[in-house]
């Protein structure tokens, strides 16, 4: 199973910029398809980015253009920059797992969710 610890979230002001960053515990899981997801207060937990073992990246609607995923594979960790802030975004991020369909099997299963790294976006 995999050990995640988020961090790198923080208070900003609508506009600014903040980059999360989600350590991994072994290398065995950088070839697995990786992925960050929010929780607001009452809401549910909702992909925001992925990125797959081959690189493909997806975007929910609401961060497209503004929000980067990427993988460093020898830190064993993955990003998310997210620009130009919104008070939407406030929330707590999480990273996980998203395995792919070709992704082994050490990448499946279930893994335990980190404390995650809270954002919040003020105006």
């Known amino acids: 199973q995999v050990h995640l610890e988020e961090s790198g979230g923080g208070s900003v002001q609508t506009g600014g910029s903040l980059k999360l960053s989600c350590v991994y515990s072994?290398?065995?899981?950088?070839?697995?398809?990786m992925g960050w997801y929010r929780q607001a207060p009452g809401k549910e937990r909702d992909l925001v980015s992925s990125?797959?073992?081959?690189?493909?990246?997806t975007y929910a609607d609401s961060v497209k253009g503004r929000f980067t995923i990427s993988h460093d594979f020898a830190e064993k960790t993955v990003y998310l920059q997210m620009n130009s802030l919104k008070t939407e975004d406030t929330a707590m991020y999480y990273c996980m797992i998203v395995p792919g369909p070709r992704d082994g099997d050490w990448c499946r299963g279930t893994h335990a969710w980190g404390q995650g790294t809270q954002v919040t976006v003020s105006s």
């Open positions: 990125i797959a073992s081959d690189g493909t990246t």
């Open positions: 072994k290398y065995i899981f950088s070839s697995c398809g």
